[in-house]
């Protein structure tokens, strides 16, 4: 079974090791680079820092992050908040969920009126700055950029032998990007005959507005749910 990766950098690199550990053959199609943005961290304290993602957090070298280790962060998921206590912040609270999840979590936390620090990329959805306009002072840092290819890379099209590959999804993004790029290649059916395995329900609309009807959705928006679903699906073929 054949699995596509768009994911760019090192997380496209960590997630094919684990396809390939499930026994699957990872098929690795980046399809955008991510940019560090030249970045000043403000000169203000902050009372939370909001991650969304690894990228808004891992874009920061060590001393862009040397002021802010004291101020408590706030992730979406586990991954990032790993990636924060490995970082050397002191308090790291995750939501273990979604987007959704984490504005719950902070609105939970932090009284109205506190200050806050959101490290994110450019594009993004808005659903942090809504949530937060009128109730938090709100800060947004952009620490990276994601440069979309021109193309379908041809390397990845050469590689898929499998008529219906599983495409990992994990942003509204990523699924717009992917579906531009494929409906463009010489493959132009090819969103419409893959399996695609969704990190979140959120993404389903996108996906099926672009073409796509075999969905999976994980249990959990993380990564593990994703490799969990993903070996469920494998195992499904051998029977």
């Known amino acids: 079974m054949q699995v596509i990766i768009t994911r760019a950098g090192d997380d496209a690199h960590a997630t094919a090791r684990q396809v390939a550990d499930l026994g699957c053959t990872p098929v ?3 399809l955008a680079t991510r940019l560090a943005m030249p970045v000043t961290i403000p000169d203000q304290a902050f009372d939370g820092i909001i991650i969304t993602s690894r990228a808004g957090l891992a874009m920061l070298d060590q001393a862009q992050r040397a002021p802010l280790l004291s101020i408590p962060v706030f992730c979406a998921g586990d ?3 790993a990636l924060a206590r490995q970082a050397g912040f002191a308090t790291v609270l995750s939501a273990a969920s979604d987007v959704a999840g984490l504005i719950d979590l902070i609105n939970h936390t932090l009284p109205q009126g506190r200050s806050l620090l959101y490290l994110t990329g450019e594009p993004r959805k808005p659903d942090i700055e809504q949530a937060f306009a009128g109730t938090m002072r709100l800060t947004t840092l952009v620490t990276y950029m994601m440069q979309t290819a021109r193309v379908f890379p041809p390397e990845a099209l050469a590689l898929l032998v499998d008529p219906h590959p599983v495409w990992l999804h994990y942003s509204q993004q990523s699924v717009v990007r992917a579906a531009a790029l ?8 090819l969103f ?3 399996r695609h395995l969704l990190i979140s329900a959120a993404l389903k609309e996108h996906v ?9 959705i994980a249990a959990r928006p993380d990564q593990q749910a994703m490799l969990d679903s993903l070996l469920t699906m ?3 073929l051998t029977l």
């Open 28 to 30: 690795p199609a980046p």
């Open 79 to 81: 991954a990032s908040a």
């Open 182 to 189: 494929a409906a463009a290649s010489p493959q132009p059916d």
């Open 192 to 194: 419409g005959r893959a």
């Open 208 to 216: 099926t507005s672009a073409g796509g009807r075999d969905i999976t």
């Open 234 to 236: 494998r195992k499904a």
